[in-house]
């Protein structure tokens, strides 16, 4: 089983120099934690089956989990897709700690920026230079301090890097059958033309059991019965009481609401990656969706008796009320932009808060600083009335 402990960026879109995400708990764990938030991963060492970002507008929640998912791609695919944008300087700067059959490993690389390209291109990778590859046996009586100090205790293993590419790592001699990651970032069904351009919902109604698949639906919609996608342009749909019809999968998007789409993917990839042990990265997990069900949803991963292969979810969120069903602090991470720049702050470990009090009240008086500038606020209800005011001369 191969768990990301740590990542590390210089360079990448916005975030600040050294950025770094630390996977691992900070918090004691106790023997009853194990079987509900806590994912073990050897004897002292864990990670969290949920793990959150939250903030403002443009905080920077998005960005943090982009690199989080390049980074989990990277090890399945040993490739950085190209993307101009993402590159505040000439390279971006990668380490990732993991841990794999009892050894961690801390890889570091560097991408390069393309040269005459400043927009994303379809299958273009960025070049990779300076790997590096140092290994360490797991030990318990040295535990997370030393994950620090890998580099000047582990072994050097550069030589299984020999083999890579000028744009692919060998890296993936390790990670690649290790590691499985999904993201779930849009719910743009169609376009403004009302032309179907995502077919990841159809798709994923067969990707489990009928039965299931129609009592996701009718969680989310009790009016319909089921909905089965045909491999064409078609779904068989029932409407509870109603005869069974075959209609356009177009028509679909008169008859569905937005949060039953995105509810029923949602919910059916969550499944998914529950079956296979994947990392779910999920951006705006609230969206379109009350309380109650993004709870639910988060109850499926943080149960181990459902969570049986180390399944994750790393999700980014508005709406505060959620973090009150987390018990933990230490899977919670605060995004700010300060000077123009991201980082992301642990609720544990980087602020001194009272563990009685709800998150959300916290978040609320502003304790993260994470409230809305009301000064701004009030200077555009100002020019919302002068053009109001001017129109109406």
């Known amino acids: 089983m191969l768990k990301v402990l740590k990542i590390k960026s210089n360079g990448y879109k916005l975030l600040e120099e050294n950025f770094e995400i630390d996977l691992t708990t900070k918090a004691r764990v106790y023997n009853d934690d194990t079987n509900?938030?806590?994912?073990?991963?050897?004897e002292?060492?864990?990670t969290l089956r949920s793990i959150s970002f939250v903030g403002g507008n443009s905080?920077?929640?998005?960005?943090?989990?982009?690199?989080?998912l390049k980074t989990f791609n990277f090890l399945q695919t040993g490739r950085w897709e190209y993307i101009a944008r993402e590159f505040k300087n000439e390279r971006i700067h990668l380490e990732v700690v993991f841990y794999l059959n009892k050894i961690i490993y801390k890889y570091s690389v560097d991408f390069n920026k393309i040269d005459g390209i400043n927009v994303s291109?379809?299958?273009?990778?960025?070049s990779i230079e300076n790997e590096k590859l140092i290994?360490?046996?797991?030990?318990?009586?040295?535990?997370?301090?030393?994950?620090d100090l890998l580099e000047l205790e582990g072994v050097d293993s550069i030589n299984l890097l020999g083999d890579s590419l000028e744009d692919t790592s060998a890296i993936t001699k390790l990670t690649k059958n290790e590691i499985f990651v999904d993201d779930f970032y849009t719910n743009n069904i169609t376009n403004f033309n009302e032309v179907i351009v995502r077919n990841t919902f159809f798709t994923s109604l067969n990707s489990c059991d009928k039965k299931l698949v129609s009592s996701i639906i009718q969680l989310l919609d009790s009016s319909i019965e089921y909905i089965i996608y045909n491999n064409s342009d078609n779904v068989i749909f029932k409407r509870v009481d109603e005869e069974e019809v075959i209609i356009?999968?177009?028509?679909?998007?008169?008859?569905?609401?937005?949060?039953?789409?995105?509810?029923?993917?949602l919910y059916i990839r969550a499944i998914n990656a529950l079956k296979k042990g994947k990392v779910f990265i999920v951006d705006e997990i609230e969206n379109c969706f009350q309380k109650n069900?993004?709870?639910?949803?988060?109850?499926?991963?943080?149960?181990?008796?459902?969570?049986?292969n180390g399944a994750q979810i790393i999700f980014s969120t508005h709406y505060v009320e959620i973090l009150d069903y987390l018990k933990r602090r230490d899977g919670i991470f605060i995004t700010h932009k300060e000077n123009g720049r991201i980082n992301a702050k642990n609720l544990y470990f980087d602020y001194d808060v009272r563990t009685e009090l709800l998150k959300s009240k916290q978040f609320d008086n502003n304790v993260f600083n994470t409230s809305l500038n009301y000064k701004q606020l009030l200077e555009v209800r100002r020019n919302i009335l002068d053009e109001l005011h001017s129109n109406n001369d």
Do not use: C, H, W
């Not at 905080?59 to 982009?66: C, E, Q, W």
């Open 36 to 42: 509900k938030e806590i994912l073990p991963i050897d």
């Open 293 to 308: 069900l993004v709870n639910n949803l988060l109850f499926l991963f943080n149960d181990e008796k459902i969570n049986r």
């Open 44 to 46: 002292g060492l864990n």
């Open 248 to 265: 356009p999968s177009l028509e679909l998007i008169s008859i569905l609401s937005a949060g039953t789409f995105r509810g029923v993917e």
């Open 135 to 147: 290994s360490m046996k797991y030990a318990k009586s040295k535990g997370k301090k030393n994950l």
């Open 121 to 126: 291109s379809a299958n273009k990778f960025s």
């Open 59 to 68: 905080s920077g929640k998005s960005t943090v989990l982009s690199l989080i």
